[in-house]
């Protein structure tokens, strides 16, 4: 069946070029040849994450770099190399700690994370602010656990009106186009380092 799609496509393909002028065909045929080098020439970074769009909701990710409290959290996700896990369909959770929440950790950490021998690490520390689902602060009061990306879980705590996620505040929540952001006030560490 694959085969045969192949056949019919090549055969349109080819009956549109030959339908065409010449001027047309040689822009088609630039077109492809600009494309197949654009291809070779672009960087190793390439996804969801990496194509412009100005007319959509804002993702998680969106959010987060145009954020100037979450600059180190952008440096993290960019080196541990999760931008496109952040912009997939989702529904997503994230709890994204500020500059601040970082500036907690012991001198060096962070430092220390973002070394490219290090990504494995970091990757698995950022994906235990990940949770699937699009729960707003007040739905998530129902939850004792959540089960985070990282295969490992948080607990919630609901104190007064507060809503604690790992041990870190809620301090903000903004809706995304493929879920939410839950601003926290601290770096939410797992149990399980070792990865």
Not at 46 to 66: C, H, M
Not at 132 to 139: A, I, R, S, V
Not at 153 to 176: F, H, L, W
Request: glycine residues 6%.
């Amino acid at each position: 069946m694959k085969a045969i799609l192949q056949t019919l496509f090549l055969l349109f393909a080819g009956l549109i070029i030959s339908g065409c002028g010449e001027n047309q065909k040689a822009n088609i045929e630039t077109d492809l040849s600009n494309s197949e080098e654009s291809t070779i020439n672009s960087s190793e970074r390439q996804g969801q994450a990496f194509i412009k769009d100005d007319e959509s909701e804002p993702t998680v990710l969106d959010i987060a770099i145009n954020s100037e409290n979450h600059t180190t959290l952008v440096a993290a996700v960019q080196a541990a190399e999760l931008e496109n896990v952040l912009v997939n369909a989702g529904p997503l959770m994230v709890f994204a700690p500020t500059n601040a929440a970082f500036e907690k950790l012991p001198d060096g950490t962070v430092e220390e994370l973002l070394k490219p021998e290090n990504k494995e690490k970091l990757a698995f520390i950022l994906k235990h602010h990940v949770t699937p689902g699009n729960y707003d602060k007040e739905f998530l009061k129902k939850f004792k656990k959540l089960g985070q990306a990282s295969d490992e879980s948080i607990t919630v705590e609901v104190k007064g009106d507060d809503v604690y996620v790992g041990g870190a505040k809620i301090i903000a929540s903004i809706p995304a186009g493929n879920g939410i952001v839950h601003v926290v006030d601290q770096v939410i560490l797992p149990e399980n380092q070792t990865n």
